[in-house]
């Protein structure tokens, strides 16, 4: 009995375009998760840059979690798949980081020193930076496996137009939700 033949992979906008879909969570989670939350910090709340900029910065310090998920994805399966369980699993630690945001921004309105509000702050930005990372090497392998050799590059880049096109709908969109800082409205967006 001979192997079946594999599957052959065509270009299809349709799904390239489903996957760029992809990039409105991502877009929408780096504009709340930095200027979002980094504006009411500094601005509605007067508290020092420095503080703010090493948190929001903490994931390109965790970058090498990237390579190592991506390589990962690569060689090694998760429940049968090689990349789709990767991705999950990063965007399930993003999506975790959400509230944990609403929360420190809660409790460093109240008090700006909380040890508290500054530890989940920092708890949250280590879910938020481990999520990115673990997502983004498996998610541009997938977007490569999905299309043929020849027009790899094409799916990358309207994939990766797709996230930055997006940056700007999601600043105006949260900039125009909470124009004042509002407890209740960051509690909404992170839901």
């Known amino acids: 009995m001979s192997n079946p033949l594999p599957k052959q992979i065509t270009f299809s906008l349709g799904q390239t375009l489903r996957l760029s879909s992809f990039h409105v969570g991502s877009a929408m989670g780096d504009i709340l998760a930095t200027s979002v939350w980094n504006r009411v910090l500094i601005s509605d709340l007067g508290l020092p840059a420095g503080p703010v900029g090493l948190l929001i ?13 991506g390589y990962r994805s690569d060689t090694q399966s998760l429940f049968g798949y090689y990349r789709t369980p990767y991705v999950w699993i990063g965007r399930f630690l993003m999506v975790l980081s959400f509230p944990l945001l609403a929360l420190s921004l809660t409790m460093l309105g109240e008090n700006t020193a909380s040890v508290a509000g500054w530890l989940v702050a920092f708890v949250c930005f280590l879910l938020y930076g ?15 496996d ?3 050799p020849q027009k790899q590059g094409v799916a990358i880049s309207m994939v990766q137009t797709a996230l930055i096109t997006l940056f700007p709908v999601a600043a105006i969109g949260f900039g125009r939700w909470a124009q004042d800082y509002n407890a209740a409205v960051l509690w909404q967006m992170s839901l």
Request: charged share 5%; hydrophobic share 60%; net charge positive.
């Open 130 to 144: 481990i999520g990115t990372l673990f997502s983004g090497s498996p998610f541009l392998a997938l977007v490569r």
């Open 57 to 69: 910065a903490l994931r390109y310090l965790l970058f090498p979690i990237s390579l190592w998920a």
């Open 146 to 148: 999905s299309v043929p």
